[in-house]
């Protein structure tokens, strides 16, 4: 029984790093628009405020990281090296 729990309360340990890790769908659609508007020069500007925010953002979470690199750099290709 105390193999079992260690093995649950590991396994709930791994759960929440993970999570932590994921971005939320409202940050991924609020960075996906935020990138969207940086690309096009039609729309509706962004403000510094939202350029920090997403700095931060990505500076914090690889995956926003990620996101955002594949929106504004989609020509990068990384080298074994990184």
Do not use: F
Not at 8 to 17: A, F, G, R
Not at 46 to 56: A, G, P, Q, S, Y
Request: charged share 30%; aromatic share 4%; proline share 4%.
């Amino acid at each position: 029984m105390k193999k079992m729990l260690k093995k649950i309360q590991k396994v709930s340990v791994v759960h929440k790093l993970l999570k932590l890790k994921m971005l939320s769908t409202k940050y991924r659609l609020e960075l996906t628009d935020i990138c969207c508007r940086m690309i096009t020069d039609d729309g509706v500007p962004v403000t510094l405020d939202e350029r920090i925010w997403m700095n931060k953002l990505c500076e914090k979470n690889a995956s926003a990281k990620a996101i955002a690199e594949s929106l504004l750099c989609p020509d990068y290709i990384p080298h074994s090296y990184e």
